[in-house]
């Protein structure tokens, strides 16, 4: 039993501009590092297959699909907001990365493989519904927990997301669906503004302040998710993982370190073993620092690749 690594090279087509951080340097530096460090020769590499129309009506509805097809420009670039560009390439990419996240929640399901890191882009967790934003389209990980809830017939599917920006498109979707229990760290106040203040009973958010030290957010974390999680006891795990709160992103303020990002996937593979039979399936959302994103996934992958 191995972790799967979902990689494909047009995840690097999509490409928002030489200035933009969301690059397709980003992939290129996690796998370079994966192979200096020789993690990449234990992983389960997977090409992935886009995601059908159908999975995607899962989570977002026709009209929105149709008006981003609609959008997608032959060349060039055209902005669906003020962060966010298609170019001819883009949702090829994004159906490959949404693809790449049901295929994972399939082949863990059926124990093919223990557990799964998608390595793709766009990212997904600001997508909504039925809006684009924040350098996303389709919301990878809801469409992983309604895969998971309706083709695996689950009852009880988990998403941790720690990147430094809250998963607004995540909230958005599982907002009051208790099938779902969503716990979420993130910069407060910050980007995406929105959805903080939206309770619902399975939304568990730790807003944490700029500038808060790494000792103060362990404890924030542990102290807000654990019990909820083990209350729940989900019967699969999936992260957004974003690894922007590291110390050296650019984007943010948080001061988590490499080492910070070993301790919260060893938090949440002891989770997952108590509860999931080790299920884990974890989608890349941020992370703009090259060289930390990468030494980040690479810690990330390392504890996931030790569990047997
Ligand atoms: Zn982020």
Redesign the pocket.
């Known amino acids: 039993m191995t972790t799967a690594f979902f990689s494909h090279d047009d995840f690097m087509r999509h490409n928002m501009g030489p200035e933009h951080p969301e690059s397709p340097e980003r992939l290129a530096a996690i796998i370079s590092y994966l192979a200096d460090t020789g993690l990449d020769q234990k992983l389960d590499w997977v090409r992935p297959e886009e995601i059908t129309r159908d999975q995607l009506l899962m989570v977002h509805p026709e009209n929105y699909l149709h008006q981003l097809d609609l959008m997608q420009p032959t060349r060039g670039r055209v902005f669906t907001d003020p962060d966010t560009a298609m170019m001819p390439d883009t949702l090829r990419a994004a159906r490959l990365a949404a693809g790449a996240n049901v295929q994972a929640v399939d082949m863990v399901m059926s124990s093919q493989v223990t557990n799964a890191f998608v390595c793709a882009r766009p ?1 997904g ?2 997508a909504e519904r039925a809006k684009s934003m ?1 350098f996303c389209f389709y919301n990878n990980v809801a469409l992983a927990a309604m895969r998971a809830l309706t083709f695996h017939h689950l009852e009880r599917v988990a998403i941790i997301d720690f ?3 809250q998963g607004n498109g995540t909230v958005d979707i599982v907002s009051g669906d208790e099938r779902i229990l969503m716990c979420s760290s ?1 910069q407060h106040p910050f ?1 995406p503004h929105s959805h903080v203040h939206r309770q619902a009973d399975n939304i568990v958010n730790i807003p944490i302040e700029a500038n808060c030290s790494p000792e103060e957010y362990r404890k924030l974390v542990e102290a807000g998710w654990l019990k909820r999680l083990n209350d729940f006891k989900p019967q699969l795990v999936l992260i957004s993982a ?1 690894f ?2 590291h110390r050296l992103d650019p ?2 303020e948080l001061n988590l370190d490499t080492e910070d990002y070993r301790w919260l996937t060893e938090m949440i593979v002891a989770v997952a073993h108590e509860h999931s039979n080790d299920r884990i399936i974890s989608t890349l ?4 620092h090259l060289r930390a994103l990468a030494e980040s996934v690479n810690a990330h992958l390392e504890v996931l690749d030790s569990v047997y």
């Open positions: 990212p967790h600001h924040g990147d430094v920006h993130f980007y974003g922007d709160a984007m943010a959302e941020g992370g703009y």
